[in-house]
């Protein structure tokens, strides 16, 4: 199976730079999440990685290029952009176009179709579909090659609850095949749900690549909570380790920089009586926030007294 690589992408519009000599690697047999702030360059960056935008550095799949792929949707899948088709072509006819210029047989088609749940619709024309059907059949034609690798740019947009659920498991079954998945969104408690590893970007440039649990460890905000009368004793010497101990709203105290270990055989040192001990860990959502926030595109200033409005949506 296929190793996806990219190199030194690069891109600017205008004068204004987009993405910023991004290099990072996707391992068959797993799920890689691509996470950044609108307006941080993911949709662009997968533009590169196909050859689709003019820019600089290469992206290549099993060691190829994806310009240089013979019958290149047998091996590479994507999805970009929401309803990429003609509104007026019957959804099973768009397929029929797709499969033709691929040598794909007109079997496979009924395969996706119903694989994405369209069986039903198969006749009907795009233009009358919803964001989520659009998605779908979006989907299906990814899938159309049975290809070793799949590019998704937000697949998740315009799904109900029942297909975010469908669709994480059908993402999860395609990796435990030996695919290289790479799938961004937006919604990262499904990210932390579905991702295996992560790719993260902030203004063009990479944060941070890896396993999600490593990412999500080394967050500021896991931290280990404690519950003892004998703080008195115990603070101290877990600031002299390193810690640094937080008093919270229920009495008990949060301690970073050290771990879970540390502050138990702390506390057995100076002989502090332990009521609670526990590692709480960051969400996947507070680690990026955490990562991120200084590579914010959109940022809301809200006025004295006003609540705090969601940044705008920007070009991601």
């Known amino acids: 199976m296929a190793v996806i690589e990219a190199r030194g992408l690069s891109k600017a519009y205008g004068g204004k730079t987009a993405v910023v000599d991004l290099s990072f690697r996707v391992e068959p047999g797993s799920v890689t999440g691509f996470l950044g702030p609108n307006g941080s360059g993911k949709s662009t960056t997968m533009r590169l990685m196909l050859g689709l935008d003019n820019g600089t550095g290469t992206t290549t799949f099993d060691g190829r290029e994806f310009r240089e ?17 003609h509104p007026t072509r019957k959804a099973r006819n768009h397929l029929r176009v797709l499969a033709a210029a691929n040598g794909i047989p007109d079997s496979r088609i009924d395969d996706v179709l119903e694989l994405v749940g369209l069986t ?10 919803s964001l989520g059907m659009g998605q779908r059949l979006g989907i299906a034609a990814a899938l159309l090659g049975d290809p070793h690798t799949l590019i998704l740019d937000e697949p998740s947009n315009g799904l109900d609850p029942q297909g975010i659920n469908w669709l994480r498991k059908l993402l999860r079954q395609l990796a435990s095949e030996g695919r290289a998945i790479f799938v961004s969104s937006h919604l990262l408690s499904e990210m932390a749900l579905l991702a295996d590893q992560l790719v993260v970007i902030g203004r063009g440039h990479l944060i941070t690549s890896g396993p999600v649990a490593e990412f999500v460890s080394s967050s500021t905000r896991t931290s280990v909570i404690v519950r003892s009368p004998d703080m008195d004793r115990l603070a101290p010497l877990l600031a002299e380790r390193g810690g640094y101990v937080v008093t919270s709203p229920d009495a008990s105290y949060a301690v970073t920089g050290l771990s879970q270990e540390q502050v138990g055989d702390s506390a057995h040192e100076v002989g502090a009586r332990l009521y609670e001990l526990m590692t709480r860990s960051a969400t996947l959502e507070e680690a990026f926030l955490d990562a991120t926030g200084l590579s914010e595109e959109f940022v809301g200033h809200p006025r004295d007294g006003e609540p705090h409005l969601a940044p705008p949506s920007g070009q991601s």
């Open 120 to 129: 039903s619709v198969s006749r009907g024309k795009p233009k009358s579909f």
């Open 69 to 85: 792929l013979d019958e290149p949707m047998r091996q590479v899948g994507a999805l970009l952009e929401a309803k990429p088709f």
